[in-house]
Structures are given as structure tokens and as C-alpha cells.
């Protein structure tokens, strides 16, 4: 049996047209938007997937070029009838296998545009109602006026009705509580500085519950400044978290400049980078307690 050159000068040709085109496609084109991106996404998945039946077809392909070389001629018919029969084959399996991975694909974006959007809301969300407390944080002198109202509590508690101070709840966080589910999805920095904040703030909330207490309203004179200072101490480590998560949230979303935060100004001293620590001594308060 005589061997034809031409088979396999095109089988040879299949061959290296096949593995340039592969080669080019597996570079892919270079990310430089989003839907750049998505379709890079895309076509990385569709070549995973599309490998093993490439490899199938190149090696029906082989085989039908190896059987032109090694057939006699008048079986030729059967072979390129079983080549086709093979191709037809493969061809279906790529048609479904394109369709699959490509219905994955934009699901899986759809997926992670929904929980982006999630997490964007949930930002925004909790950086207002964290405002809204730093604002109510904001809105007295903390240090100054707590070591006046300890002065009043010290000096009037051998009056005849004596000084205390009146202490309210805030309302309870709601969006928070609402959300708590989404918070572990905004990142560790951000998430730890957000929890933080609340529980300072739920912190204070006890505390002020217990200074209300009919225990505590049969306190007084230095007994009851220390306990009215311990208020003090927390609201200020509550708007210091306050800042912090704040700051924390502005990052994550992003803002041109994370840590301007509008405030009243009443604690300057107060910023995201640490508490007035000398400024919250009181030797007179808190060296008996």
C-alpha cells in the first residue's frame, strides 16, 4: 500500500493551525472596563469547559485524516461518513456545553452584582444611623459638662434634695438590628469597627438603666459622682467608636475623604485617632472608687 503525502501534509496543517488558535485564545484580551472583564470572565470559562471536546474533535480529526492515509480509496466514503457522524457529535456537546457555561457565568455576575448592591445599601444604611447617635453624642461637651454635673452631684449632697443628674435612653438601633445578617459581609476592618461602635453604644444604654435603677436612686454624695463619671467615661468611648466606625464605613464605600465627618464641634478633642485620655482623668472621682 502506497502512503499519499497530501493527508498528511493536511493533517500536519490541521495540527498546527489548531494549537496557534488554541494558544492565541487561551491569552485572552486584556481587562480594561467592566464588561471587558466580564467577557474575559466568560471565555476563560467557556475554554475550561470546551478542552476535553476540543481534545475529542482533534483526535476524530486526526482519526479520519489517519484513515484517508491508511483506507483504500473506496472506503474513504465510510470513513469521512463515520468523520462527520463523530464532528456532528462533538459540535452538539459544545453547542449545550457553551449555553450551560454561559447561562453560569452571567448568574453567577448577577449574583455578585446583587450582593455588592446589598453591601453598598447596608453601608450607607448603618452610616446614617451611626451619625445620628454621633450627633446626639456630639451635641453636649461631654468632659466639661459630666465633671460640672459631678461638682453639682459632690457639693449638694448634704442639701436638703439632693443634686442628681437626669439621664435618658436613646431609641434602640434598628437598622442595625435589621441588618446584622448583612454586617459580616462589609469587610474585618469595617465590620469590627461597626460592632464595636453598637456595643459601646448598648454598653451605655445598660449602664444608664442602671443609674436610673431604684438601687442606685438611693445613692449619693461621692458614691453616686463616681457612678454618674462611669456615664461619663462610656458616652465618650461610645463617640470615639462612633468616629471610628464612621471613618471605617466612608472607606469601604469609598468617599474622597473618609475621615470628614460633619459634627457640631462641641468635642474637638474627640477624633478617630484616640480619646482625650488626660482630659478623662478625675483624680477627685475616681481615686476612692
Known amino acids: ?25 487561551a491569552r485572552g484580551p486584556v481587562a480594561s472596563d467592566e464588561e471587558t472583564r466580564v467577557l474575559e470572565l466568560v471565555q476563560r470559562r467557556i475554554r475550561t469547559a470546551f478542552r476535553p471536546y476540543i481534545y475529542i474533535a482533534a483526535t476524530l480529526i486526526g482519526g479520519g485524516l489517519l484513515a484517508l492515509i491508511v483506507f483504500e480509496p473506496e472506503e474513504w466514503v465510510r470513513a469521512i461518513g463515520a468523520l462527520f457522524t463523530g464532528i456532528v457529535i ?13 447561562r453560569n457565568t452571567l448568574n453567577d455576575r448577577r449574583a455578585e452584582d446583587q450582593r455588592e448592591k446589598v453591601r453598598i445599601d447596608t453601608l450607607y444604611a448603618l452610616r446614617t444611623e451611626i451619625t445620628a447617635y454621633l450627633d446626639k453624642l456630639d451635641s ?45 459581609a462589609l469587610g ?11 456595643a459601646e453604644y448598648s454598653d451605655l444604654q445598660a449602664l444608664i438603666v442602671q443609674f ?22 462610656r458616652q465618650a ?7 471610628r466606625a464612621v471613618v ?18 462641641n468635642n474637638i478633642a474627640f477624633t478617630h485617632d484616640g480619646l482625650p485620655q488626660d482630659e478623662l482623668r478625675f483624680p477627685e472621682v475616681e481615686e476612692n472608687s
Open 140 to 184: 453636649v461637651d461631654i468632659i466639661a459638662d459630666g465633671k460640672s454635673a459631678v461638682e453639682e452631684i459632690i457639693d449638694g449632697a448634704k442639701a436638703e434634695t439632693p443634686y442628681r443628674p437626669f439621664l435618658t435612653r436613646d431609641s434602640e438601633p434598628i437598622i442595625f438590628q435589621a441588618l446584622s445578617e448583612q454586617v459580616v
Open 188 to 198: 474585618p476592618d469595617t465590620t469590627r469597627q461597626v460592632v464595636r461602635f453598637y
Open 90 to 102: 462533538v459540535i452538539g456537546w459544545l453547542a449545550t456545553s457553551t449555553a450551560t457555561e454561559l
Open 237 to 243: 468611648t461610645a463617640l470615639y467608636w462612633a468616629l
Open 248 to 265: 471605617a464605613i466612608n472607606r469601604a464605600l469609598p468617599s474622597k475623604n473618609p475621615t470628614a465627618i460633619p459634627r457640631t464641634g
Open 1 to 25: 500500500m502506497t502512503l499519499d503525502p497530501v493527508p498528511l501534509v493536511l493533517a500536519a496543517l490541521a495540527a498546527g493551525a489548531f494549537t496557534l488558535s488554541w494558544r492565541m485564545a
Open 212 to 233: 436610673n435603677a431604684p438601687p442606685a436612686m438611693a445613692v449619693a454624695g461621692e458614691r453616686l459622682a463616681r457612678l454618674y463619671w462611669l456615664v461619663v467615661k
